[in-house]
Every structure is written in structure tokens, then in C-alpha cells.
């Protein structure tokens, strides 16, 4: 521990004798500021695909809604509202990482970010980086990370901008977020609202989705301020509040009702100059749940709660404007506490540093290292290299190759009750993976190839101990083999405009021990669309298939493919400089489909919504 | 071989003709016997009766009668005529062919009686008639074998109950969804018996669906009146149920009261936390006070007559699993509180005398050491422990040193009085589990066979 304070010390002095070197500099601050620069200039050869604000306002306000027809993720959803687990080329929920500018904010106690807790609507843009990233993004980063981020964009104006709509069974939803920004000073702040009844009939049945009604809210505070000429102060906020029931399944009734309260707090003083960027940032992520078995209404409840606080020092030095190495260190506490969680601390330091080469307008690649400290177990050394070269205008080669970790979270190691106990002699699940890419653009069209592997060990696997009792164990290795095609081609003609996207993934992934598919990874996933603006006017066609996805590790059960479609239209009511008014009206599932991305737990048929947008 | 044929039917022949002349005031015309098998499998193609005549002179022309539980043209068929001639000194054979049903009947009667001479009524008493068994081939299709109830996955899905054949050569999964193309909801926990009627509980389904134990016909469900069910046990006509209630709350467990002639719940008797298995030995019930999600010490004495608790009885911590020994001892495995409850306490098997409800002896484990699964064969005692069965002796016990073989991670077992040991494997708990058969005169594994997810509970059919 005291190690620790030393080093960081340490860095806190590189901070201010890189600030105090960079007076004489010139450089204006940008207008537009990114809150994760990661994600752009150290992140060679991996695959990026950015959902951005206008489509996150149209169409979603959770994150599995935003990605589920944008990306091959397969979520393993407990019904609409409910738990909402991804996996991503067939990893595990452990192994995606959601990262809220810049900071990854995956659960401490399950290691996993629930993406019907993160309302998408309050952000500018959402980046899916598929292939490891834990070198830059820390645990969890294997089979992606899904990047949350909100820009600070300084320029005289003030903005607000409305969403209210309603959906079937009972579905009210609202979003306000009012903008104010000047040439020193930025500020946004936001609150998305969403509660539905969700009662849905179970088709061919004559049951309902009992005790699935949601409630979730969601605050979002933005501030930038260009303190001196090279000085930027950042404040990034934002609070979730979740109420949900969960419901029951075809064949086992629920009473649960579950809260969920996070708040993510992240401070960062920014120091720009030609040669060298220096960031102090300090984070403090709160998380909680409380389960109730019998209701949220009743007084029985467990609960479990961590408190991380990280301080967090970033330089970034750039030797040529073709060349850079950015440093970070990075000190880490975590305190968990809860009915069934021995209350315990954690502390990590950890050290990354990446370095990016842009040789000539055709190659670039990068290079990255990460090894962290930590109290509780020995963290691997992880390395990773990626590269792009460009063969011709049109044609671009990506590879990249990295070493990944998702770390024991604390349930793993502190569980204490309720048949179960954690492990004080985990090891982190460690992973090798490879991707070669192909990116292709033309006039109307754009194509990308991916091909990668992942060879995953030291799984972290819950099973009974010779006394019975539940323990989580390194035991299970994985293969993990696939392909992706994306597809984009776009076309105009006087008034009207085509787009058809099209996604194909193919996933094998592998127990190495059993030969067996992991369970609810479905070997392949399409998506499509097609979109089409006439003037005031836009319609568009969604399609999804999933293939049969797997419930039991010895594959003899499934949940059966299906193939989902919807369709809307929008109409723009007003579009004037200040005054914006769209209407839109969308029919989700509209061949009332009967199917399940979880067995046992239905899907809504035909159903309907309503929204309309206002910015002014 | 022909010709010792012919010597038995000569001796047989002669043996008839003999005793029909000792009754030859009843026989006013013909001397006649009849001759036939007194048990004819359904398998066999017919029913064969020979007719011999002694007496009179030509050819005499004979009805009969056919009686019986059986039945023609289901059972047998009969030619058209009901008519046969036998010539004096000679032998009518007559055929009746069997049909082969795939129905279960039981053995069933073929009555055959000659009523007529040449239009005669003809009264041959007993010497006139012949019974004939047939029979029946079939069996239930769950009879002589074992029921295994899988729990199957939580939340998502159902459990289901396989059967084993005795003989330990087949495996047919999931019965019930077979026969009602229907399933037993979630966490299939147990089943209890009541004459030829199964009950199947379903715990998180709060559902007991009744079922012929044999064909595995859905014929009721018990839906009202549980919660978290558990075990079920029948005492003359009235089903006792184990309920956790919820399972958050210590004080609202109960023993639900069934009437199992309307298959309703009748009314309840609450005990401490957690019930979970129960016993009955001819005279009160016995039920082991788990403790659910906590940790409980008792043994609920109830008595039937008055469904009131006579006593509780206090063994170690966790009462696993109980049986009764030959002198009519209740013997308790108690597991110890688990390590993580913060409060470990070691493993206890307790002996308990049934007259006067008191613990006659006590066998403490190693606090860390946490048994289950007792079962009792004459005077062999077996348990589990970390994947080891052991054996001890009930007339003169100790805590074993040594175990007799060890296993897997072992779910549940049960022992049958041949000493096959019938152990549960339930794998990872995320696929199908296995049924591992043990011969438990060699400790060696005969069998494996795979059954559904999670299999809990083995019950003798």
C-alpha cells in the first residue's frame, strides 16, 4: 500500500514539471474534446463501430435496444427490462466491458455491466471495439468493450432538446437534456426517464409477463472549463436509478423486485500542448443492489455495495506528430460490502504504456503494455501489437494480436453465505486472441472482414465443492474461432436516399476440454436494414436472425433460432435552424414472432411506439 | 421323444380313464377327459385341449362353453361352431388361438366346459371342465425399475423423472413428458407414493402433479395450498407435505395436510425452519427440520392420528437424511452448519429410539467433516463424504476410519436391498447428469447411465 502512494507521488510530480514545460506553448485548446483519446489514436488494428447521437435519440434508450440490431452481440436478456448479459464472439458477460468515458465501469461485485442499467440516450456517441482491450481498458476487455462517451464542445449556444414517447404496455418514456456552452465554458445536463408496465402477452399461451414492470432513471451532469490557455477542467456525471421487477419464466413464477443505484463521478484536469497532454483524473464509482425476494415493497431484501475510488495520471508524449507514447498510471481502491459479501478492500496499481507510430500515410501500427499490482492476486503481464496498412485507397489490412485478463471480482473471492463461498486462491481468467481484418470502401459501399481467434484460460466457474458447497474455481478453457462481415452501401437519386446495412457473424466457441458450444452463444447472427428518406420523410426495415443458441453445457437443449423484424417512420414536422419537431411511429416484431433469447422466457409480439423529438 | 410322447399320454390317458370310471354315476353316457396345460403364456400361439372318449359307441358330437375373465376376440379366439365330435377310443385336440395384447390385464381365466352330448344336456361335474390360466406378458411400462427425479434448471426450464429398469439396462428419460407431452415444472424435487399413485413435487412450481406410478398418466394436480414444497409422504389416505414457505421467513414453515381423495389441502401443522425429508414408521412421522437457507437441529415428531406434533427432537446441525434400522432405531445424519454461515459445526449421526423419542447415541464428526446420504441395509449403515462412501455397522457403530471406495462429487445416493448402490452425479449442474450404479459387494462401478439435469432423488418402482 504504501508502495503505492510513492509511485503515485511520484507521478504527481511528473505532472507538474510536464505543465510547467509546456507554458511557452501556443496551442489553442480544441473545440470539440474528446473524454476518451484511447479509443482513437491507441486502439490499431482492432474493429470500431460508432453508434452515433442521432441514431441513439431515434431509436433506444438502453444499451441492449441501442446494440442489439447495430452490432453481432447475442444478449442474453431476461425479458425486456430484465438482466441483460452480452456475448461478444461468444465471451462471456465478464468478459465485455463497458467503459463510461474512459473509465471501465463493469460491476465490482459480478464483473459484469448489466445493459438494461445504462440509459444510451445521454450520450453523444457509442463505440463498439470489438477484440481485446484490456491493455487500455483494464479487466474484462476480451471479447470487446462498449464505449460510452460524451464530448465537451465549446462554441457559443444554447440547445435543449426533448423525447417523449409511449410504447405498448404501458410504456412511458421521456428524455430532456439542455446544452449551454460558450467559448471557455461547457455544460450539459440531462435526465432520461423510462417506466413501463410490461405485461406482455406470453403468444400461444394465456399468460402474461407477470412482475416484469420497470422503472429506471437516468441523470447525467457535463461541465468544461478552459481554466487558463491550455487548461481544461472536466466534470463528468451521471446517476442510474433502477426499480425493477423480474419476472417469472414459463414454468417458475418470481416475486423479485431488484434496485439498482450507480453514480459515476469523474474529475479531469487536462494539460494540452503540441508535444505533450498530461491528465489528473480522479473517479469515484458507486454501485448498489438490493434484491427483494418477495417484492420492492416488502422489507425482506439483501444487498451488495462497492465503492472504487481511482486516481489516475495519463501523459501522453508526442516525439514527432507521427509518433507518441502515452503513459498511465493508475491507483485503484475498492471497498465492497454487502449481506453475503465479507466487507473487504482491494487495492490495484497498475501501469500502462502505449505507444503509436504512423510510419507513412499507408502503415501505422502501435504497441502496448499493461501489468498491474494488486493485493488480492498476481495479475499477468499483458502485451498486445496491432497494425493497419493500406494497400490501396480502397483497401485496408488491419491486424492485431493482444494479451487480456478479466480479474476475479468480489463475489469470486469474498462470497460469504447462501450455499456458497468465495475463493481466496483465484487466478484471473487470462486470454491470447488474434484478429485479422479487411476494410474496403468504395463510392456507395463499404465492406469489413474480420476474422479472429481467442483462446481463453483459467475460466472462473461457480461449482460445488466436495462438501457441496458452492466455490468458484479456475477451471474451464475456451477456443473461440469466427467471422464477421459488415456491410454498408448507400445510395442517392435527386430527393431520395437508400441505405442498406448488413451484419453477419459466425461464432465457434469451445470448451477445449468437452468440444462442446458455450451455452447461449448462437453460431451465427444477421442483421439488416433498410432505410430509405424521401424529402420530410423516413422509413426503414430492421431484420435480426439469431441462430439456435445452446442452455446446457452438454448441448442437448437449445433455445430455437428465430428471426425478428420492424419497420417505422418519421416524419419531420419542423425543421428550422431553431426549431426542430420529428415524429416517428415504429412496430417492433411485426410478424408477431413467438421467441426467446433466454429459454423459458418470451419475447413480446406485435408491439408499438410512438415518439417525438423537439430541439430548439 | 415321440415316443416318450406317446408314453405320457398313454399314462395320462389311462390315469383319466381310471378316475372317470370312479365316477361313472355322474358320467350317464360317455366316459370323457380333458386334457390341457393349466397355464398358457399369452405369448404362446394357442390354447390347446385334448378330449379322449372311452365309452359308448361312434361318433358323438360334444358342446361346450367358454367362461372366464377372459375375453373372446380379445383375448382368444373362438372358431364358429361351439361343436367337436369324438369317436369312441379316440382323441379330439382342440385349438383356441391367443391373441397377443399389449395391454396390461393381470392373468386371466379360460373356462372350458363341455355341456352337451348329441344334443344331450351333459352334466360331467368336474371332470367336464378344465381352467386355464393365461398368462399376461405385459407390464406397466414404469413397473420394476427405478424412478429418478431430475430437478432440471432453475427458473428456466423443468425438471423431469426418468426410468431405470431393474435389470439395469436401460434408461428412458423424461417419462412424463413422454406419456402427457406436458411437464412438471420447475425444480422437480421428490416424489411420494400412495397405493398405485405417484406424487411428483415440484418445488419452485408450487405444483404436486399426480401421476399413475406405473404409466406415469397425469391424473390431478395439487396447485393451491404449498409453498416451496418439498417432500411428500401418504399415511392411510391423507399426504403430508414439507413446505420451506418462504424461504426468507423462519417462522412460516408448515406440513401441509393433504386429502388424497380430492387431492385438496386440507390443512396445515407448523413446524420450525425448514422441513425438509420425512419418514414414516408405521406409527409417527418423522421429519427432518433442515433448516432451508439457514441451519436448523430438529426432528419434528408428528402423529398422524391427531396431525399434532407430539415432540421435536434435537440431533446435530442439518438433518440430512434418515432411516430406520431392522430394530426399529431412527437413524439421523445431520451435516453440520457449512463454513459459511461463519458458525461450522461438525457432522452428527444420531440413533434414536422410536418408542420413547430420545437419542440413544451420538457419533460426532471432525468439526470440517459434513456426512449425508445415510442408507441402512441389515446391519450395514452407508454414508457419503467428500466423495467417499462409507460403511459402518448399526449393531455396534463407529465413525469409520477408512472409507470403502471413493466417488465423485456425489448429488444424492440410495441403496437397494440387493447392495447396489444407485448414486447421483449431477455433473456441473448446467447438463445432463448420470445415474452411477455400484456393486457394493466388489465397491466397483457396473453402470452408468444419463438422465436429465441435476438428478436429486431415486425411488424404488
Same mark, same amino acid.
Given at each position: 500500500?504504501?508502495?503505492?502512494?510513492?509511485?503515485?507521488?511520484?507521478?504527481?510530480?511528473?505532472?507538474?514539471?510536464?505543465?510547467?514545460?509546456?507554458?511557452?506553448?501556443?496551442?489553442?485548446?480544441?473545440?470539440?474534446?474528446?473524454?476518451?483519446?484511447?479509443?482513437?489514436?491507441?486502439?490499431?488494428?482492432?474493429?470500431?463501430?460508432?453508434?452515433?447521437?442521432?441514431?441513439?435519440?431515434?431509436?433506444?434508450?438502453?444499451?441492449?435496444?441501442?446494440?442489439?440490431?447495430?452490432?453481432?452481440?447475442?444478449?442474453?436478456?431476461?425479458?425486456?427490462?430484465?438482466?441483460?448479459?452480452?456475448?461478444?464472439?461468444?465471451?462471456?458477460?465478464?468478459?465485455?466491458a463497458?467503459v463510461?468515458?474512459?473509465i471501465?465501469?463493469?460491476?465490482?461485485?459480478?464483473?459484469?455491466?448489466?445493459?438494461?442499467?445504462?440509459?444510451?440516450?445521454?450520450?453523444?456517441?457509442?463505440?463498439?471495439?470489438?477484440?481485446?482491450?484490456?491493455?487500455?481498458?483494464?479487466?474484462?476487455?476480451?471479447?470487446?468493450?462498449?464505449?460510452?462517451?460524451?464530448?465537451?464542445?465549446f462554441?457559443?449556444?444554447?440547445e435543449?432538446?426533448?423525447?417523449?414517447?409511449?410504447?405498448?404496455?404501458?410504456?412511458?418514456?421521456?428524455?430532456?437534456?439542455?446544452?449551454?456552452?460558450?467559448?471557455?465554458?461547457?455544460?450539459?445536463?440531462?435526465?432520461?426517464?423510462?417506466?413501463?408496465?410490461?405485461?406482455?402477452?406470453?403468444l400461444?399461451?394465456?399468460?402474461?409477463?407477470?412482475?416484469?414492470?420497470?422503472?429506471?432513471?437516468?441523470?447525467?451532469?457535463?461541465l468544461?472549463v478552459?481554466?487558463?490557455?491550455r487548461?481544461?477542467?472536466?466534470?463528468?456525471?451521471?446517476?442510474?436509478?433502477?426499480?425493477?421487477?423480474?419476472?417469472?419464466t414459463?414454468?417458475?413464477?418470481s416475486?423479485?423486485?431488484?434496485?439498482?443505484?450507480?453514480?459515476?463521478?469523474?474529475?479531469?484536469?487536462?494539460?494540452?500542448?503540441?508535444?505533450?497532454d498530461?491528465?489528473l483524473?480522479?473517479?469515484?464509482?458507486?454501485?448498489?443492489?438490493?434484491?427483494?425476494?418477495?417484492?420492492?415493497?416488502d422489507?425482506?431484501?439483501?444487498?451488495?455495495?462497492?465503492?472504487?475510488?481511482?486516481?489516475?495520471?495519463?501523459?501522453?508524449?508526442?516525439?514527432?506528430?507521427?509518433?507518441?507514447?502515452?503513459?498511465v498510471?493508475?491507483?485503484?481502491?475498492?471497498a465492497?460490502?454487502?449481506?453475503?459479501?465479507?466487507?473487504?478492500?482491494?487495492?490495484?496499481?497498475?501501469?500502462v504504456?502505449?505507444?503509436?507510430?504512423?510510419?507513412n500515410q499507408?502503415?501505422?501500427?502501435?504497441?502496448?503494455?499493461?501489468?498491474?499490482?494488486?493485493?488480492d492476486?498476481?495479475?499477468?503481464?499483458?502485451?498486445?501489437?496491432?497494425?493497419?496498412?493500406?494497400?490501396?485507397?480502397?483497401?485496408?489490412?488491419?491486424?492485431?494480436?493482444?494479451?487480456?485478463?478479466?480479474?476475479?471480482?468480489f463475489?469470486?473471492?469474498?462470497?460469504?453465505?447462501?450455499?456458497?463461498?468465495?475463493?481466496?486462491?483465484?487466478?484471473?481468467?487470462?486470454?491470447?486472441?488474434?484478429?485479422?481484418?479487411?476494410?474496403?470502401?468504395?463510392?456507395?459501399?463499404?465492406?469489413?472482414?474480420?476474422?479472429?481467434?481467442?483462446?481463453?484460460?483459467?475460466?472462473?466457474?461457480?461449482?460445488?465443492?466436495?462438501?457441496?458447497?458452492?466455490?468458484?474455481?479456475?477451471v474451464?478453457?475456451?477456443?473461440?474461432?469466427?467471422?464477421?462481415?459488415?456491410?454498408?452501401?448507400?445510395?442517392?437519386?435527386?430527393?431520395?436516399?437508400?441505405?442498406?446495412?448488413?451484419?453477419?457473424?459466425?461464432?465457434?466457441?469451445?470448451?477445449?476440454?468437452?468440444?462442446a458450444?458455450?451455452?447461449?452463444?448462437?453460431?451465427?447472427?444477421?442483421?439488416?436494414?433498410?432505410?430509405?428518406?424521401?424529402?420530410?420523410?423516413?422509413?426503414?426495415?430492421?431484420?435480426?436472425?439469431?441462430?439456435?443458441a445452446?442452455?446446457?453445457?452438454?448441448?442437448?437443449?437449445?433455445?430455437?433460432?428465430?428471426?425478428?423484424s420492424?419497420?417505422?417512420?418519421?416524419?419531420?414536422?419542423?425543421?428550422?435552424q431553431?426549431?426542430?419537431?420529428n415524429?416517428?411511429l415504429?412496430?417492433?416484431?411485426?410478424?408477431?414472432?413467438?421467441?426467446?433469447?433466454?429459454?423459458?422466457?418470451?419475447?413480446?409480439?406485435?408491439?408499438?411506439?410512438?415518439?417525438?423529438?423537439?430541439?430548439? | 421323444?415321440?415316443?416318450?410322447?406317446?408314453?405320457?399320454?398313454?399314462?395320462?390317458?389311462?390315469?383319466?380313464?381310471?378316475?372317470?370310471?370312479?365316477?361313472?354315476?355322474?358320467?350317464?353316457?360317455?366316459?370323457?377327459?380333458?386334457?390341457?396345460?393349466?397355464?398358457?403364456d399369452?405369448?404362446?400361439?394357442?390354447?390347446?385341449?385334448?378330449?379322449?372318449?372311452?365309452?359308448?359307441?361312434?361318433?358323438?358330437?360334444?358342446t361346450?362353453?367358454?367362461?372366464?375373465?377372459?375375453?373372446?376376440?380379445?383375448?382368444?379366439?373362438?372358431p364358429?361352431?361351439?361343436?367337436?365330435?369324438?369317436?369312441?377310443? +379316440?382323441?379330439?385336440?382342440?385349438?383356441?388361438?391367443?391373441?397377443?395384447?399389449?395391454?396390461?390385464?393381470?392373468?386371466?381365466?379360460?373356462?372350458?366346459?363341455?355341456?352337451?352330448?348329441?344334443?344331450?344336456?351333459l352334466?360331467?361335474?368336474?371332470?367336464?371342465?378344465?381352467t386355464?390360466?393365461?398368462?399376461?406378458?405385459?407390464?406397466?411400462?414404469?413397473?420394476?425399475?427405478?424412478?429418478?427425479?431430475?430437478?432440471?434448471?432453475?427458473?428456466?426450464?423443468f425438471?423431469?423423472?426418468?426410468?431405470?429398469?431393474?435389470?439395469?439396462?436401460?434408461?428412458?428419460?423424461?417419462?412424463?413428458q413422454?406419456?402427457?407431452?406436458?411437464?412438471?415444472?420447475?425444480?422437480?424435487?421428490?416424489?411420494?407414493?400412495?397405493?398405485?399413485?405417484?406424487?411428483?413435487?415440484?418445488?419452485?412450481?408450487?405444483?404436486?402433479?399426480?401421476?399413475?406410478? #406405473?404409466?406415469?398418466?397425469?391424473?390431478?394436480?395439487?396447485?393451491?395450498?404449498?409453498?416451496?414444497?418439498?417432500?411428500?409422504?401418504?399415511?392411510?389416505?391423507?399426504?403430508?407435505?414439507?413446505?420451506?414457505?418462504?424461504? #426468507?421467513?423462519?417462522?412460516?414453515?408448515?406440513?401441509?395436510?393433504?386429502?388424497?381423495?380430492?387431492?385438496?389441502?386440507?390443512?396445515?401443522?407448523?413446524?420450525?425452519?425448514?422441513?425438509?425429508?420425512m419418514?414414516?414408521?408405521?406409527?409417527?412421522?418423522?421429519?427432518?427440520?433442515?433448516?432451508?437457507?439457514?441451519?436448523?437441529?430438529?426432528?419434528?415428531?408428528?402423529?398422524?392420528?391427531?396431525?399434532?406434533?407430539?415432540?421435536?427432537?434435537?440431533?446435530?446441525?442439518v438433518?440430512?437424511?434418515?432411516?430406520?434400522?431392522?430394530?426399529?432405531?431412527l437413524w439421523?445424519?445431520?451435516?453440520g452448519?457449512?463454513?459459511?454461515?461463519?458458525?461450522?459445526?461438525?457432522?452428527?449421526?444420531?440413533?434414536?429410539?422410536?418408542?420413547t423419542?430420545?437419542?440413544?447415541?451420538? #457419533?460426532?464428526?471432525?468439526?470440517?467433516?459434513h456426512?449425508?446420504?445415510?442408507n441402512?441395509?441389515?446391519?450395514?449403515l452407508?454414508?457419503?463424504?467428500?466423495?467417499?462412501?462409507?460403511?459402518?455397522?448399526?449393531?455396534?457403530?463407529?465413525?469409520?476410519?477408512?472409507?470403502?471406495?471413493?466417488?465423485?462429487?456425489?448429488?444424492?445416493?440410495?441403496?437397494?436391498?440387493?447392495?447396489?448402490?444407485i448414486?447421483?452425479?449431477?455433473?456441473?449442474?448446467?447438463?445432463? +447428469?448420470?445415474?452411477?450404479i455400484y456393486?457394493?459387494?466388489?465397491?466397483?462401478l457396473?453402470?452408468?447411465?444419463?438422465?436429465?439435469?441435476i438428478? +436429486?432423488?431415486?425411488?424404488?418402482?
Open positions: 500500500m504504501r508502495k503505492y502512494c510513492y509511485v503515485f507521488v511520484i507521478c504527481l510530480c511528473l505532472l507538474g514539471t510536464s505543465m510547467c514545460a509546456q507554458l511557452d506553448s501556443l496551442q489553442l485548446l480544441p473545440e470539440v474534446v474528446l473524454s476518451d483519446v484511447k479509443l482513437r489514436d491507441f486502439s490499431q488494428g482492432t474493429t470500431k463501430h460508432t453508434v452515433t447521437d442521432s441514431m441513439l435519440r431515434a431509436s433506444a434508450s438502453s444499451l441492449t435496444q441501442a446494440l442489439r440490431q447495430e452490432s453481432l452481440i447475442y444478449f442474453r436478456e431476461n425479458g425486456p427490462g430484465g438482466v441483460s448479459s452480452p456475448s461478444l464472439r461468444g465471451t462471456s458477460a465478464q468478459q465485455t463497458v463510461w468515458n474512459g471501465n465501469i463493469n460491476s465490482q461485485l459480478n464483473g459484469q455491466t448489466d445493459f438494461n442499467t445504462i440509459a444510451t440516450r445521454n450520450y453523444d456517441n457509442l463505440t463498439l471495439r470489438s477484440g481485446g482491450g484490456s491493455i487500455p481498458y483494464g479487466s474484462g476487455a476480451i471479447g470487446g468493450s462498449v464505449h460510452l462517451n460524451n464530448e465537451i464542445r462554441g457559443n449556444r444554447f435543449n432538446d426533448i423525447i417523449l414517447s409511449y410504447g405498448s404496455f404501458n410504456t412511458p418514456s421521456g428524455h430532456y437534456k439542455s446544452t449551454y456552452a460558450s467559448e471557455r465554458f461547457y455544460i450539459d445536463a440531462g435526465v432520461d426517464y423510462r417506466k413501463s408496465d410490461n405485461d406482455f402477452e406470453y400461444d399461451t394465456d399468460e402474461r409477463n407477470e412482475n416484469g414492470a420497470f422503472e429506471n432513471t437516468n441523470l447525467n451532469l457535463n468544461g478552459k481554466i487558463a490557455p487548461q481544461l477542467l472536466k466534470i463528468y456525471h451521471n446517476t442510474f436509478l433502477g426499480d425493477r421487477n423480474f419476472s417469472g414459463l414454468t417458475a413464477p416475486d423479485d423486485g431488484y434496485k439498482d443505484r450507480n453514480a459515476r463521478t469523474l474529475v479531469e484536469w487536462a494539460t494540452l500542448s503540441n508535444k505533450v498530461s491528465k483524473r480522479f473517479a469515484h464509482v458507486f454501485e448498489q443492489f438490493e434484491y427483494f425476494p418477495n417484492g420492492l415493497q422489507t425482506i431484501s439483501t444487498l451488495g455495495k462497492a465503492n472504487r475510488f481511482t486516481a489516475n495520471y495519463d501523459l501522453t508524449y508526442r516525439f514527432t506528430d507521427k509518433t507518441s507514447l502515452k503513459g498510471v493508475d491507483f485503484t481502491s475498492v465492497g460490502d454487502g449481506t453475503n459479501i465479507e466487507r473487504s478492500t482491494r487495492n490495484l496499481f497498475s501501469a504504456v502505449l505507444w503509436s507510430h504512423k510510419v499507408k502503415f501505422s501500427y502501435g504497441a502496448q503494455v499493461r501489468q498491474e499490482v494488486t493485493n492476486f498476481d495479475s499477468p503481464l499483458l502485451i498486445g501489437v496491432g497494425g493497419e496498412y493500406a494497400f490501396a485507397k480502397a483497401y485496408t489490412l488491419t491486424y492485431n494480436t493482444s494479451r487480456n485478463y478479466r480479474i476475479p471480482t463475489n469470486d473471492v469474498y462470497w460469504q453465505g447462501a450455499g456458497a463461498v468465495g475463493n481466496r486462491d483465484l487466478l484471473p481468467e487470462t486470454s491470447w486472441q488474434a484478429e485479422l481484418g479487411h476494410k474496403l470502401s468504395f463510392k456507395n459501399l463499404s465492406l469489413g472482414v474480420q476474422t479472429y481467434y481467442i483462446q481463453t484460460k483459467d475460466l472462473i466457474v461457480w461449482q460445488p465443492n466436495v462438501q457441496g458447497i458452492w466455490s468458484p474455481v479456475n474451464n478453457s475456451t477456443e473461440h474461432l469466427g467471422g464477421e462481415l459488415n456491410a454498408r452501401y448507400d445510395y442517392s437519386v435527386n430527393n431520395h436516399k437508400f441505405s442498406l446495412v448488413g451484419n453477419y457473424g459466425y461464432t465457434s466457441a469451445i470448451n477445449t476440454e468437452t468440444g458450444q458455450l451455452i447461449y452463444v448462437p453460431k451465427q447472427k444477421v442483421t439488416g436494414s433498410l432505410g430509405y428518406t424521401f424529402r420530410k420523410w423516413t422509413t426503414f426495415y430492421q431484420f435480426l436472425y439469431n441462430d439456435e445452446f442452455t446446457t453445457t452438454d448441448n442437448t437443449d437449445s433455445v430455437a433460432g428465430y428471426a425478428v420492424n419497420m417505422g417512420v418519421s416524419y419531420k414536422m419542423l425543421d428550422q431553431k426549431h426542430k419537431v415524429i416517428s415504429r412496430a417492433l416484431n411485426i410478424y408477431n414472432k413467438n421467441y426467446q433469447t433466454v429459454a423459458f422466457r418470451p419475447n413480446p409480439g406485435r408491439n408499438f411506439l410512438i415518439q417525438t423529438t423537439y430541439n430548439f | 421323444m415321440k415316443l416318450l410322447k406317446s408314453g405320457l399320454f398313454l399314462a395320462i390317458a389311462t390315469l383319466v380313464l381310471f378316475s372317470s370310471c370312479e365316477d361313472d354315476n355322474t358320467n350317464p353316457s360317455s366316459d370323457l377327459s380333458i386334457t390341457a396345460d393349466t397355464t398358457v399369452e405369448t404362446e400361439s394357442a390354447i390347446s385341449i385334448e378330449i379322449s372318449r372311452t365309452s359308448g359307441v361312434g361318433i358323438a358330437v360334444y361346450y362353453t367358454v367362461e372366464g375373465t377372459s375375453t373372446a376376440a380379445e383375448d382368444y379366439t373362438l364358429q361352431e361351439n361343436t367337436f365330435s369324438v369317436p369312441v377310443n +379316440g382323441t379330439t385336440t382342440l385349438e383356441f388361438p391367443l391373441i397377443n395384447d399389449q395391454e396390461v390385464e393381470g392373468d386371466e381365466t379360460f373356462i372350458f366346459t363341455i355341456t352337451e352330448e348329441d344334443d344331450q344336456t352334466d360331467l361335474g368336474e371332470d367336464g371342465t378344465v386355464i390360466t393365461i398368462a399376461d406378458d405385459d407390464t406397466f411400462p414404469y413397473e420394476n425399475g427405478l424412478l429418478v427425479t431430475n430437478e432440471g434448471p432453475f427458473n428456466t426450464g425438471g423431469s423423472v426418468s426410468f431405470l429398469n431393474n435389470s439395469f439396462t436401460s434408461v428412458d428419460n423424461d417419462i412424463y413422454d406419456v402427457n407431452n406436458d411437464n412438471l415444472g420447475n425444480i422437480v424435487q421428490s416424489i411420494g407414493f400412495n397405493e398405485g399413485d405417484a406424487y411428483v413435487v415440484a418445488n419452485v412450481s408450487n405444483r404436486i402433479t399426480v401421476v399413475d406410478r #406405473f404409466t406415469f398418466e397425469e391424473k390431478a394436480r395439487i396447485e393451491n395450498g404449498l409453498e416451496n414444497p418439498r417432500y411428500f409422504v401418504a399415511i392411510n389416505g391423507t399426504g403430508y407435505v414439507s413446505n420451506w414457505g418462504d424461504p #426468507f421467513v423462519a417462522t412460516d414453515d408448515f406440513i401441509a395436510i393433504v386429502d388424497l381423495a380430492t387431492n385438496t389441502v386440507t390443512g396445515t401443522i407448523p413446524v420450525s425452519e425448514g422441513p425438509e425429508r419418514l414414516y414408521n408405521d406409527s409417527k412421522l418423522y421429519v427432518a427440520q433442515k433448516g432451508g437457507f439457514g441451519v436448523n437441529n430438529e426432528i419434528t415428531v408428528i402423529d398422524p392420528t391427531t396431525n399434532t406434533v407430539d415432540t421435536t427432537i434435537t440431533v446435530g446441525d438433518p440430512e437424511s434418515m432411516r430406520l434400522s431392522e430394530n426399529g432405531d439421523v445424519i445431520a451435516q452448519s457449512p463454513s459459511f454461515t461463519g458458525n461450522e459445526t461438525p457432522g452428527v449421526i444420531s440413533r434414536i429410539d422410536t418408542n423419542q430420545q437419542v440413544t447415541a451420538t #457419533f460426532i464428526f471432525a468439526v470440517d467433516e456426512p449425508a446420504y445415510i441402512i441395509v441389515e446391519d450395514d452407508y454414508y457419503y463424504l467428500n466423495s467417499a462412501v462409507y460403511k459402518g455397522s448399526v449393531s455396534s457403530f463407529v465413525i469409520p476410519s477408512t472409507e470403502e471406495f471413493t466417488t465423485t462429487f456425489l448429488y444424492n445416493m440410495f441403496l437397494s436391498s440387493n447392495r447396489t448402490l448414486a447421483c452425479d449431477a455433473g456441473d449442474f448446467a447438463s445432463n +447428469g448420470n445415474i452411477l456393486d457394493l459387494t466388489t465397491n466397483t457396473t453402470t452408468t447411465f444419463e438422465v436429465g439435469i438428478p +436429486g432423488n431415486v425411488y424404488l418402482n
